[in-house]
């Protein structure tokens, strides 16, 4: 998960988030690519990348300091079933990556193509937030998330050195991504809303709890295997 604006948590850490798991082979293997050429081009981002079997859309982030706020949480998911088979009688929408972004030199990630796709994400989000605070799980109250896929942070680059003794602190490379702007990934078609721990287990993050979301009927008209020239 990467906040786009800067989290205040007033009862932890965050320890748990809410994802949107990919799980396109297709898009998996643009994210592969992307990184070995960066790898290649820059290999001091080895350090920065993001396991691609880990990729997601983050909803929200929360802390759930024991287990019995852990299974609040659980609760608050399952009880949101019925409002998301509601909401999306018709089929969650398909979302197509496209375009390669950077953030203060700090996070590199692939853009959700979609501005109306990118809104009903955030007010899916925004809705479970609601849902989830009024059950009395510790929410971020102050970080905004803006659709994206990350693929590399620099701040995996610091991890386990003293940031006081590099020379200076590591940065994606901004310039470098200009190649990629109108880049495909290809399109997601989201099977599940995943309540998810901060830590790997396995191909993902460990989930704590899902529920599912029903499938767009409509046939997609994005290709899914376009290479589109990259």
């Given at each position: ?185 290809g399109v997601e078609q989201f099977e599940a809303i995943e309540l998810c721990a ?33």
């Amino acid at each position: 998960w990467t906040p786009l604006s800067s989290p205040g948590f007033r009862l932890g850490a965050p320890n748990y988030f809410l994802s949107l798991r990919i799980v396109s082979p297709h898009i998996i293997a643009k994210l592969d690519r992307l990184q070995h050429e960066f790898k290649q081009a820059h290999p001091s981002m080895a350090r920065m990348m993001v396991p691609t079997n880990h990729a997601h859309l983050t909803l929200f982030v929360m802390h759930c300091a024991d287990d019995a706020a852990l299974a609040v949480a659980q609760a608050a998911l399952c009880n949101s079933l019925e409002w998301v088979q509601e909401r999306y009688a018709h089929g969650f929408p398909r979302v197509e990556f496209r375009g390669v972004g950077t953030l203060d030199d700090r996070v590199m990630y692939v853009k959700v193509e979609d501005d109306a796709i990118r809104n009903e994400i955030r007010e899916l989000g925004k809705a479970l937030w609601l849902r989830f605070r009024s059950a009395g799980v510790a929410v971020d109250e102050k970080a905004t998330f803006e659709p994206h896929l990350t693929v590399a942070k620099a701040s995996k680059a610091t991890r386990g050195r003293a940031v006081r003794k590099l020379k200076r602190r590591p940065r994606v490379v901004p310039g470098s991504v200009d190649k990629y702007s109108v880049a495909l990934f290809g399109v997601e078609q989201f099977e599940a809303i995943e309540l998810c721990a901060m830590q790997a287990d396995g191909d993902f993050y460990r989930v704590e709890e899902r529920i599912p979301l029903q499938q767009c009927e409509e046939q997609d008209v994005s290709p899914l295997c376009s290479d589109d020239g990259w």
